[in-house]
């Protein structure tokens, strides 16, 4: 398994900006597809964005689209989930995840979670 330790979070005014990070340690990160969740209070958890083990696919859910940005450093063992536009409705813990098929990870079929970040967006 892959160990993730994500950081970034924080309280923002609606329409800013935060850029979480996930760093990886543990089995090699290069070979994992990755992603982002959240959880709002009382909420279930939900799936926010996707990237492939090379990068070279995205898939991100239709409440972030055009807002949200995820990417990844194999170099770095990181990756990251930029917020632009952010809106009171997007305040959630968000958890990074990291699992063995890009398809299924959206579905959350995971392998490793990290512990979660608080974001909170004001109004």
């Known amino acids: 398994q892959v160990q993730l330790v994500e950081s970034g979070g924080g309280l923002v005014q609606a329409g800013g900006s935060l850029r979480l990070s996930c760093a990886a340690s543990g089995r090699t990160f290069s070979v994992y597809a990755m992603g982002w969740f959240r959880q709002a209070p009382g909420k279930e958890r939900e799936f926010v964005a996707a990237?492939?083990?090379?990068?070279?696919?995205?898939y991100y859910a239709d409440s972030v689209k055009g807002r949200f940005t995820i990417s990844r450093d194999n170099a770095k063992n990181t990756v990251y989930l930029q917020m632009n536009s952010l809106k009171p409705e997007d305040t959630a813990v968000y958890y990074c995840a990291a699992g063995s098929n890009f398809y299924n990870l959206r579905v959350g079929v995971v392998g490793s979670w990290g512990q979660g970040t608080q974001v909170t967006v004001s109004s």
């Open positions: 990237i492939s083990w090379s990068g070279s696919s995205t």
